[in-house]
């Protein structure tokens, strides 16, 4: 069976009628007409109204309009069952972008929710190590307060402390109320007690033996002559905030706290026993040699011995 197109061509031909007179008769713009005797159904109009224009070329011509419908669906049924294809693979494309763009959003947002449950988890673990820390130095402090509480006392005791003059640039902090920044003036006859000074000194040159896990304990440094006058003088000055228990030959234990910056003087004539609570806090000299450090930043030392 000949085209649809092909068909009004021959029958209008027939009838000596123009395109432009169908088109004039027929109200249907004049490219339509040529397209559908064409067979150029890509430039129609949707199928629907492309029906339309095959009824009213028909009647135009006189022709049956059922039959012209016929020939049209055999003419153009492959090329509109192609476009409904493409119209549906066009819908579900859309879909398909729409679904991988909800995905994505699914994605970012599982993604921030496990870096906030990652950063908050982490504030947790540090917020239990800084605990941690805490608790372990508040114990340290009270087995040293046990421990020196249950020393003999000594008989002899020298009248309160008095602080050795400062020059003009240094600034001697005001002793506070025990414990915080009291020095325990319980020690022998003979032996002065602490000073602490805020005044910096320049930092002293020494060898730090490697620090263990625990506490620090049984360090015992000999062999340091006497001063001048035969005794033993022990300067201590802290770069970071550290708690310190001296006992002078066989005096009573004398405690202090020193911030950073301050310092800290006593004379004996013997020997030093010293419990620290931040062993690498402290820079220590013996007659005014420096000392080895103590230990690590952060380390309880205990019962460090300083003698001749």
């Known amino acids: 069976?000949?085209?649809?197109?092909?068909?009004?061509?021959?029958?209008?031909?027939?009838?000596?009628?123009?395109?432009?007179?169908?088109?004039?008769?027929?109200?249907?713009?004049?490219?339509?007409?040529?397209?559908?005797?064409?067979?150029?159904?890509?430039?129609?109009?949707?199928?629907?109204?492309?029906?339309?224009?095959?009824?009213?070329?028909?009647?135009?011509?006189?022709?049956?309009?059922?039959?012209?419908?016929?020939?049209?669906?055999?003419?153009?049924?492959?090329?509109?069952?192609?476009?409904?294809?493409?119209?549906?693979?066009?819908?579900?494309?859309?879909?398909e972008e729409r679904k991988r763009q909800a995905n994505r959003k699914a994605v970012a947002v599982a993604i921030g929710i496990a870096v906030l449950t990652l950063i908050f988890l982490l504030s947790r673990e540090q917020s239990s190590v800084l605990r941690r820390g805490t608790s372990e130095l508040t114990s340290n402090k009270r087995s040293t307060h046990t421990a020196k509480d249950t020393a003999e006392p000594s008989t002899h005791q020298d009248p309160d402390p008095t602080p050795i003059p400062a020059k003009s640039s240094e600034v001697v902090p005001p002793v506070a109320s025990k414990p915080a920044a009291e020095v325990r003036a319980n020690e022998p006859a003979g032996a002065h007690a602490p000073t602490v000074a805020a005044k910096p000194e320049p930092d002293l040159v020494s060898t730090a033996s490697p620090g263990t896990d625990g506490p620090l304990g049984g360090i015992s440094i000999d062999g340091v002559g006497?001063?001048?006058?035969?005794?033993?003088?022990?300067?201590l000055e802290a770069n970071e905030l550290s708690w310190v228990v001296?006992?002078?030959?066989?005096?009573?234990?004398?405690?202090?706290?020193?911030?950073?910056?301050?310092?800290?003087?006593?004379?004996?004539?013997?020997?030093?026993?010293?419990?620290?609570?931040?062993?690498?806090?402290?820079?220590?000299?013996?007659?005014?040699?420096?000392?080895k450090p103590f230990g690590p930043s952060g380390k309880v030392a205990r019962d460090v011995v300083i003698k001749r």
């Open 1 to 95: 069976m000949e085209s649809v197109g092909e068909f009004f061509r021959q029958v209008r031909e027939t009838k000596g009628l123009t395109v432009d007179e169908v088109a004039a008769k027929t109200r249907i713009r004049s490219d339509f007409v040529k397209a559908l005797e064409d067979g150029n159904f890509a430039k129609l109009p949707d199928q629907v109204f492309a029906r339309g224009f095959v009824r009213s070329y028909a009647r135009s011509l006189g022709l049956d309009e059922e039959d012209a419908i016929h020939r049209f669906v055999q003419s153009a049924g492959a090329f509109y069952e192609k476009q409904d294809e493409r119209e549906r693979l066009k819908v579900r494309q859309v879909e």
């Open 246 to 291: 001296v006992q002078v030959d066989s005096g009573s234990p004398q405690e202090a706290l020193l911030r950073p910056g301050e310092k800290a003087h006593w004379k004996g004539q013997d020997q030093f026993i010293l419990t620290l609570g931040n062993a690498g806090g402290v820079k220590a000299e013996l007659n005014g040699k420096p000392l």
């Open 226 to 235: 006497a001063s001048s006058d035969g005794q033993l003088v022990l300067d």
